[in-house]
């Protein structure tokens, strides 16, 4: 997970990460050279969950951030998530279930906004267009061609990856802003 300048929202998403159903987890955060309280915020949870390994870094965004993170992820399977945002308390259990049940390479879910001016959630249904799949539990290029890559975005946090898939198909996040 990159971490940068994230002291609003922190607490809660590591509350969200540290009380997931799934208890055989590891939790990679790489502070991107955080100016503000993150990396107290980390250590401080790093030291009360053993999970939590902390990496650092100078500011260089967050794909420099995933990448220096799945360097260090030893789990089969592995999901960017964002220091900003809250998680279901079973998501990494019912993706790391569903990835094994179907042998999956990737494993897509859904997501909310949530507005944190009016504290409301919002469904967001670009995210998972679950209207070009249809009832396909598994579905690829050959299966649905012409729809492959308007299927879900390109945001890391809606994915669950297998790492070994990622490692062979040499996939990794662009040194970009």
Same mark, same amino acid.
């Given at each position: 997970?990159?971490?940068?300048?994230?002291?609003?929202?922190?607490? +809660?998403?590591? +509350?969200?990460?540290?009380?997931?159903?799934?208890?055989?987890?590891?939790?990679?955060?790489?502070?991107?050279? @955080?100016?503000?309280? @993150?990396?107290?915020?980390?250590?401080?949870?790093?030291?009360?969950?053993?999970?939590?390994?902390?990496?650092?870094? &100078?500011?260089?965004?967050?794909?420099?951030?995933?990448?220096?993170?799945?360097?260090?992820?030893?789990? +089969?399977?592995?999901?960017?998530?964002?220091?900003?945002?809250?998680?279901?308390?079973?998501?990494?259990?019912?993706?790391? &279930?569903?990835?094994?049940?179907?042998?999956?390479?990737?494993?897509?879910?859904?997501?909310?906004?949530?507005?944190?001016?009016?504290?409301?959630?919002?469904?967001?249904?670009?995210?998972?267009?679950?209207?070009?799949?249809?009832?396909?539990?598994?579905?690829?290029?050959?299966?649905?061609?012409?729809?492959?890559?308007?299927?879900?975005?390109?945001?890391?946090?809606?994915?669950?990856?297998? &790492?070994?898939?990622?490692? &062979?198909?040499?996939?990794?996040?662009?040194?970009?802003?």
């Amino acid at each position: 997970m990159p971490v940068y300048n994230a002291e609003e929202y922190l607490n +809660e998403t590591l +509350e969200c990460l540290t009380h997931q159903t799934m208890k055989e987890i590891e939790i990679i955060c790489v502070d991107d050279g @955080s100016k503000d309280s @993150s990396l107290e915020i980390l250590k401080k949870y790093s030291e009360k969950d053993d999970r939590i390994k902390i990496l650092h870094q &100078k500011n260089l965004y967050a794909g420099v951030a995933r990448n220096n993170g799945l360097k260090e992820a030893k789990g +089969e399977y592995i999901i960017f998530l964002d220091s900003d945002d809250l998680f279901e308390l079973d998501l990494l259990e019912k993706t790391y &279930k569903k990835g094994k049940e179907i042998n999956a390479d990737i494993v897509l879910f859904n997501a909310d906004h949530y507005n944190t001016r009016t504290k409301e959630y919002m469904m967001v249904k670009h995210l998972l267009r679950t209207d070009l799949i249809g009832d396909k539990e598994v579905f690829s290029r050959q299966t649905i061609p012409d729809f492959l890559f308007q299927v879900t975005t390109p945001c890391p946090w809606t994915k669950l990856y297998r &790492k070994e898939f990622v490692i &062979k198909k040499n996939l990794h996040y662009q040194n970009l802003k």
